[in-house]
């Protein structure tokens, strides 16, 4: 009678075997990587979006790799080919390749997205930990700023700032960045006001540790999880967002081969060649969808990461 009591009563659960019902199956075990805290495999999708986005990359490093023919070689006689052997995607209104003119596009759009989340994520970083860290006067000089920028419309702050540098490549992406500050900013200050109060920055400022010393070290680097993952999402903003200005012909110049662009000057052609417009709309659309996959795959994981803590 003992030795069954104390059968009963071991935490391995060598007593629910025996209280089992005839039939009934002992309880599924969780898998090894859940029982553990770490994560799984990522999903399929995740994979392919990973790999479209590796594509673009290296169209966007080595483009002659990919496309030998040059993007701005024109052929007039040519014009409006169909899709063809020499030509797999056909040519536009001036007999140019359009798969080679796609192909050199995508550094174009690669470059606005990660170079305007850079200047975005910068200028956050800066306003964001002066706000959070310093307080007082400082953080509600900040905030009014913020609040103040947030008022006004992205476009409005892309023409503003297209008009003082000019049309161009670089001034399109200071355009995007710019307008991302203050959403970053707010995010970082958010994050460093939650680092400030715990107990180990708290405890360096009890030991008398310089300011510097105390945001470097402790509070930036467990204020950019959250951050981070916002900017890998960015990226595919400030792309749709370049290209968009670039339709509006506020953006990169003639005969540039950026796809914001190229949809601009093929949307007056779609009826006797749709393939023109098709294919850089359908570019933009992968792209972004894809890094928007990956990015919110990395929240997914950041939150899950969080909440284990």
């Not at 297209?162 to 200071?174: D, F, H, Q, R």
């Not at 708290?202 to 951050?227: E, K, M, T, W």
């Amino acid at each position: 009678m003992v030795s069954r009591i104390v059968r009963d009563q071991r935490p391995d659960g060598g007593g629910a075997a025996a209280s089992l019902a005839p039939g009934q199956r002992r309880p599924a075990r969780a898998p090894r990587s859940a029982r553990a805290g770490k994560p799984g495999r990522p999903p399929v999708g995740v994979l392919v979006a990973l790999g479209v986005f590796a594509l673009l990359v290296l169209a966007a490093v080595a483009p002659s790799l990919v496309a030998p023919q040059s993007p701005l070689a024109s052929d007039p006689a040519n014009s409006f080919a169909g899709p063809s052997a020499e030509h797999w995607l056909g040519t536009d209104q001036l007999g140019r390749d359009q798969f080679s003119r796609l192909v050199h596009g995508a550094r174009y759009s690669i470059l606005l997205g990660i170079g305007a989340t850079l200047i975005g994520l910068t200028g956050g970083i800066v306003l964001g930990v002066v706000a959070g860290y310093a307080r007082g006067t400082w953080d509600r000089a900040i905030t009014r700023l913020l609040d103040v920028l947030l008022a006004f419309p992205d476009v409005l702050v892309a023409l503003v700032t297209i008009t003082v540098l000019g049309p161009g490549e670089w001034s399109l992406i200071w355009a995007v960045g710019l307008g991302r500050i203050p959403g970053s900013a707010r995010l970082v200050r958010g994050e460093v006001l939650r680092v400030r109060e715990t107990g180990f920055v708290r405890s360096g400022i009890g030991l008398g540790l310089s300011p510097a010393r105390l945001v470097v070290r402790h509070v930036l680097p467990n204020s950019l999880g959250p951050v981070l993952v916002h900017a890998v999402l960015g990226v595919g903003v400030s792309i749709i967002f370049g290209a968009s200005l670039s339709f509006l012909g506020l953006g990169a110049v003639p005969p540039t081969p950026e796809w914001g662009l190229m949809l601009s000057e093929a949307r007056q052609y779609l009826s006797i060649a749709p393939w023109v417009a098709i294919w850089p709309g359908l570019l933009i659309t992968i792209t972004v969808v894809s890094i928007t996959v990956v990015g919110r795959f990395a929240q997914q994981r950041f939150i899950t990461k969080r909440s284990s803590l």
